[in-house]
């Protein structure tokens, strides 16, 4: 892996979720909290317009490179340049020599 292609500061998020001892949600339980900052090379791979529930949106893959990391979730999200992606599939390097990470991702976007 090069380096010098990594040149975009992204941000991996995960929902927080708790209860108290009644079963209740505590403070913050829904809200996202950072995981880890790292340096990433985006991707697009394509992009689609559709309509769904009468409005417009317009939907973009990306495919984010980044050193090989474990624990990184499909449930996690990512923020890059103040743009939210939804993880969709976490892969492996092809190699399998465990160099880096692949994420692919979503970025849903309402169209007015």
Same mark, same amino acid.
């Given at each position: 892996?090069?380096?010098?292609?990594?040149?975009? #500061?992204?941000?991996?998020?995960?929902?927080?979720?708790?209860?108290?001892?009644?079963?209740?949600?505590?403070?913050?339980?829904?809200?996202?909290?950072?995981?880890?900052?790292?340096?990433?090379?985006?991707?697009?791979?394509?992009?689609?317009?559709?309509?769904?529930?009468?409005?417009?949106?317009?939907?973009?893959?990306? #495919?984010?490179?980044?050193?090989?990391?474990?624990?990184?979730?499909?449930?996690? #999200?990512?923020?890059?340049?103040?743009?939210?992606?939804?993880?969709?599939?976490?892969?492996?390097?092809?190699?399998?020599?465990?160099?880096?990470?692949?994420?692919?991702?979503?970025?849903?976007?309402?169209?007015?």
């Amino acid at each position: 892996m090069n380096p010098a292609k990594l040149n975009k #500061r992204i941000t991996l998020q995960k929902k927080v979720t708790g209860e108290d001892n009644s079963g209740y949600p505590t403070p913050g339980a829904g809200e996202w909290e950072e995981v880890i900052s790292i340096y990433a090379s985006r991707k697009p791979i394509r992009g689609r317009e559709f309509f769904a529930a009468a409005a417009a949106q317009a939907e973009n893959t990306v #495919r984010f490179e980044i050193r090989y990391r474990s624990g990184i979730t499909p449930d996690m #999200r990512l923020v890059c340049e103040g743009r939210i992606y939804n993880i969709t599939a976490v892969l492996d390097d092809v190699y399998g020599d465990r160099t880096e990470t692949h994420l692919m991702t979503t970025e849903v976007l309402q169209n007015g």
